[in-house]
């Protein structure tokens, strides 16, 4: 199917919106949650029939009985529990390697609906710390980021390394310094670590004040890093240090080790006699432990069935394509396991070692390691929690594995980990008591992120909209058009050059208010040049540039005045400026298409060269797409344009209307009025429509690898028909093939 040319159109009630998605205030709203009984973390007990206030993202009053202050939003907790928000400290994101990085804010959402209000991700990116810095400042919905720096290693391995290479002292500081330039919060540790760099690491990093976490290497050993203040994850080098003296044994199953048949034979002679001390010992040099049970045990211990993984929640959000790249490893190892009573001792002792460092003092922390071999963030945290308690710690003492303990770690216990007036309003509202029974954690009815709340409906409803955006990752998605920066930030709706080389489109050109300007960026061998304005007369807000199909006819809309207009705030009227050698002659008014009141939001050419143009009330309320006629010299009146209404009166939903179909049987047109189910704030997808048998069908949406729920707006089409352009979230031109976005619809 091939579409030569297409509607391009919005309302510009999405203007203010974006305002809404992009700055994301908090509200100074006011919330109680009644009769629930809160499990506040602060000590083991229980507050019955209990009242919590919430104002401003953070926890106001907790008290029984309490009143509820007026106007507030009542949520009934009456039969519920309330915990604080969870915190998954070992966590990993696909969108750290090949996955999109557009899909990273999806990622944080499916930890959201697990009720994951803080994660520590491992191997940084700078992309992390830009996840991070926009969640704090109110601009994202995610759980509060921590991020650990790039991993530090001897030496590079796996496809991809994302990490610092040190192989001595020197390259050791150099690593740990540009980490803390880069402004992680940690400094990760991996493998092939020598003694050298291992000295060096710990050394910078006091002096850098930053702290050190991760594994254990064989050549430091468990002992060095206790004595570090290392915060070890895994019990990386625990196994190692239950090898009896003199046994000739190099090693056990840490880390990498996990993978060679030799090692498996140390669970045949480790001293179980040395699992108290080397716990008191962690306990008095390094405090808190993140041993991520799960994962371990069901990749190397236990295993997992076939059925298990594909009747599991978290299999319907992997793509098939990182499905083969889990099933490789998970193939090779169980192909010829190690023997079962090894592999039983290897979690029998882990359990072991985590009871032992919980009853010495220590503190554990849950951490998931997802997403890792079929096991998916915010799911799998809830699997750790059952772990920890299978492990023999008290559902009291695995909640605060994932709660207290973190908020500790972190440093933030006076703003977080309990509930407790005053503390960030990260709330996770249950159906059943987990201190009775721990796996009640995934019996989530609602969650509270720094005071905004979303009901169980909204998370499922998130979820399901996330899913087929996950499977389709791999797809063919929309390209970035250009790096250029003139071409990136507050960018609008496109048109044509008839040759396809150059692009007209305008551009936001002050921080606040409605000042825009046409600009223009050509093509030379594939690539688009900067960005030029264009000089039409005067400093108006010219905007909707639309290029006639000879090239010799420019239509835009505009802020010029115009004698008789009476209105309060300019209106954007439609002028017309025709070609003058390589730029445009002063524009003409024209007064013919014009209705004095009305503002008109986006204009374009038909092939026939006939004008279509938007014409909303100052309310927003009532818009109506006009049909306009070249008559040879001018345009005569125009009239509605009554089949795209009739599009929208019959898909219901929908809330948009007018739009204007090319020579084919297509059209593009935007869903203005599309909520995230989450947050209930305004997003746009791209749908397309087909007239089959005299009728416009049933309004399809472009499909996940597009439409992200953000804000995809001005889609318009490449002379030729093969490529649609469109602007994401007010800021940058992306393209897509369009045969590629339309394989995605079912007609």
Do not use: C
């Amino acid at each position: 199917m091939k579409l030569l040319r297409t509607a391009r159109f919005i309302f510009l009630v999405v203007f203010a919106a974006a305002g809404l998605v992009a700055a994301q205030p908090p509200f100074a709203v006011t919330f109680a949650i009644t009769n629930v009984t809160v499990i506040p973390m602060d000590s083991e007990r229980t507050i019955p029939n209990a009242t919590v206030v919430v104002f401003d993202g953070k926890i106001a009053a907790v008290s029984q009985n309490g009143k509820v202050p007026a106007g507030a939003i009542v949520i009934d907790g009456r039969g519920k529990f309330l915990i604080p928000g969870l915190a998954d400290m070992h966590a990993h994101l696909f969108s750290d390697y090949d996955f999109p990085e557009e899909l990273a804010r999806d990622e944080l959402r499916v930890m959201l609906a697990n009720g994951v209000t803080t994660v520590r991700l491992m191997i940084g990116t700078p992309e992390h710390i830009g996840l991070r810095d926009r969640i704090n400042a109110g601009r994202l919905l995610g759980p509060t980021i921590y991020a650990a720096s790039p991993q530090i290693s001897g030496r590079s391995f796996g496809e991809i390394f994302n990490g610092y290479v040190a192989t001595n002292a020197a390259e050791a500081r150099e690593a740990v310094r540009r980490a803390k330039a880069a402004r992680f919060d940690f400094i990760k540790l991996t493998f092939f670590i020598s003694r050298e760099v291992y000295d060096a690491v710990i050394d910078e990093a006091k002096k850098q004040k930053i702290r050190v976490i991760g594994h254990v290497d064989r050549q430091v050993g468990l002992e060095a890093a206790l004595d570090a203040g290392q915060q070890v994850e895994h019990l990386d080098g625990y196994f190692e240090a239950m090898i009896p003296e003199g046994s000739g044994l190099a090693g056990s199953t840490s880390g990498v080790f996990v993978w060679r048949p030799e090692a498996w034979e140390s669970l045949d002679v480790l001293d179980e006699k040395k699992i108290p001390e080397l716990a008191r010992l962690t306990a008095e040099k390094s405090l808190f432990t993140v041993p991520t049970l799960t994962f371990l045990k069901r990749a190397f211990g236990t295993g997992q069935t076939d059925e298990e993984i594909a009747e599991s929640p978290d299999h319907g959000f992997i793509p098939d394509r990182i499905r083969e790249e889990m099933g490789g490893p998970r193939a090779q190892f169980w192909k010829n396991p190690p023997a079962e009573a090894r592999r039983k001792k290897y979690v029998e002792y882990r359990n072991k070692l985590v009871k032992a460092i919980h009853d010495a003092g220590g503190k554990v922390m849950a951490g998931s390691d997802a997403p890792e071999w079929f096991l998916l963030y915010g799911y799998t945290l809830h699997r750790e929690l059952e772990s920890l308690r299978e492990a023999g710690l008290s559902n009291y003492a695995v909640l605060e594995s994932a709660t207290r303990h973190p908020a500790e770690f972190l440093g933030e216990l006076d703003s977080a980990g309990t509930i407790e007036p005053g503390k960030r309003a990260d709330l996770v509202l249950l159906d059943a008591d987990p201190l009775k029974d721990i796996s009640s954690t995934r019996k989530i009815t609602g969650v509270m992120v720094r005071g905004q709340w979303f009901s169980k409906e909204a998370i499922d409803a998130t979820l399901e909209e996330i899913r087929p955006r996950f499977r389709a990752a791999f797809d063919k998605r929309p390209k970035l058009l250009d790096d250029d920066p003139s071409l990136q930030g507050g960018v609008y709706r496109g048109s044509f050059t008839p040759d396809g080389e150059t692009l007209y489109f305008f551009k936001r050109t002050a921080p606040q208010g409605e000042q825009y300007r046409i600009f223009r960026t050509s093509r030379k061998e594939g690539k688009w040049g900067p960005a030029e304005m264009i000089d039409l007369g005067g400093d108006f807000s010219d905007l909707y540039p639309a290029i006639s199909n000879d090239g010799q006819r420019m239509v835009f809309a505009s802020y010029r005045p115009v004698a008789g207009d009476t209105s309060d705030k300019p209106n954007s009227h439609l002028w017309m400026a025709e070609r003058d050698g390589d730029g445009w002659g002063k524009p003409k008014f024209l007064g013919s298409v014009n209705k004095l009141g009305d503002y008109h939001s986006w204009v374009e050419f038909g092939w026939d060269g006939d004008l279509f143009f938007r014409r909303t009330t100052p309310d927003w309320r009532n818009t109506v797409t006009l049909h306009a006629k070249w008559n040879g010299e001018g345009f005569d009146a125009p009239e509605p344009f009554a089949e795209v209404e009739q599009i929208i009166r019959s898909t219901p939903g929908l809330n948009s209307s007018g739009g204007s179909p090319g020579p084919t049987n297509d059209l593009i047109f935007i869903d203005a009025g599309a909520r995230d189910p989450l947050t209930g704030r305004g997003t746009s997808d791209i749908y397309v429509s087909r007239k089959m048998d005299g009728k416009w069908s049933e309004a399809k949406p472009f499909g996940p690898t597009i439409n992200i729920g953000g804000f995809d707006v001005f889609p318009f089409v490449s002379p030729d028909g093969k490529t649609m352009y469109f602007v994401r979230d007010f800021e940058r031109f992306y393209s897509i093939e369009l045969d590629a976005a339309m394989r995605t619809i079912e007609w």
